[in-house]
């Protein structure tokens, strides 16, 4: 309980979208108090949640020393899916809850993903500063879907939308690679709508992701065993003037690698949501490259997937407490 009530307490680390006003109605409504912090670090955890009995957590590092500083935790609660920045197993070894908020923006994720990857086929970003500035009949190559390769890593939620969605644009064969995805799998999920479409799918190996995708989109797990898994090496690997998208995590991609390649010519385009540090420094090796289309962590949002995002963070601290089932 806080200090000044009988309530349990639940903190917001840090707010990203300026109004708790979907966390207050569902936490408030069951007797909850819900405070409000400001925190980028550890110690900042540390101070602002002492009293916490749940935490719903944004970006915040939630550390075993944030943990340790927080006795009467119950639950953390993350706004998203991936739980990079949260110390899981110190969080365990207290019995503290987690959870965090699976499905909620895949079909954004899979919509951006595919936004990224037609404004590199068709130069839109290129083309916009070109007419602006009074040119016309833009000579850049162009490129379409249809006919080609699309290569899937990752067949989660967001995957499994991003395939569904370019599945419409008639690529000549859809091939999908993740640690768990098998021919049965695939076929269960997408064989009728690949049928309709006329196009091939295949449960591929790693290296046939690499070597045979002209369009491969990224849809996998930050974890430690897929850290940096898109290097030098792989890139090399992959097709001369294919295309390369990222709406995962930036830790999964060597970005100075990657600028490498991108130097030499190797990779025709790559349209990234994610870096592997955000924002990124000035001097980040992709931010000059005339190859790349970047914005800015953004995929996972719409009026919709924010509104659920809040509300379902809210009730998993509420459901960590006890409070609702």
Not at 40 to 52: E, G, I, M, N, Y
Not at 137 to 156: D, E, K, L, Y
Request: proline residues 5%.
């Amino acid at each position: 309980m806080s200090r000044a009530t009988s309530k349990p307490l639940a903190v917001v680390t840090d707010d990203r979208f300026g109004s708790v006003d979907e966390e207050r109605k569902v936490l408030e409504e069951l007797g909850v108090e819900l405070r409000v912090a400001s925190c980028a670090s550890s110690a900042d955890v540390a101070l602002a949640c002492a009293d916490a009995d749940a935490i719903l957590v944004n970006l915040a590092p939630i550390d075993a020393a944030a943990i340790t500083a927080m006795p009467r935790l119950r639950v953390v609660s993350r706004y998203g899916i991936g739980m990079d920045n949260v110390d899981q197993v110190a969080c365990a070894s207290r019995g503290i809850a987690v959870a965090n908020v699976p499905g909620y923006c895949d079909d954004e994720v899979a919509e951006h993903a595919l936004g990224l990857l037609l404004a590199m086929t068709r130069g839109v970003a290129e083309r916009d500063a070109a007419v602006r500035t009074g040119a016309w009949n833009v000579p850049t190559p162009q490129r379409a879907v249809s006919g080609s390769t699309v290569g899937v890593a990752g067949f989660g939620g967001a995957g499994r939308a991003f395939a569904r969605a370019v599945l419409g644009l008639r690529p000549a064969s859809l091939i999908v690679w993740s640690p768990t995805t098998t021919q049965a799998r695939l076929d269960e999920a997408l064989g009728p709508l690949a049928s309709a479409f006329g196009v091939r799918l295949a449960a591929v190996s790693f290296d046939e992701l690499l070597t045979e995708s002209d369009f491969l989109s990224v849809h996998l797990r930050l974890e430690p065993s897929s850290a940096g898994i898109f290097g030098r090496g792989e890139f090399l690997r992959m097709k001369p003037g294919s295309f390369f998208v990222s709406t995962a995590r930036g830790g999964l991609v060597d970005s100075a690698a990657l600028a490498e390649v991108l130097r030499a010519g190797y990779l025709a385009g790559v349209g990234l949501d994610v870096l592997d540090t955000e924002p990124p420094p000035p001097d980040h090796p992709l931010l000059s490259s005339p190859r790349v289309v970047l914005t800015d962590h953004c995929a996972y949002r719409s009026t919709r997937s924010v509104s659920e995002l809040k509300r379902r963070c809210a009730q998993n601290a509420a459901r960590g407490l006890g409070l609702i089932t």
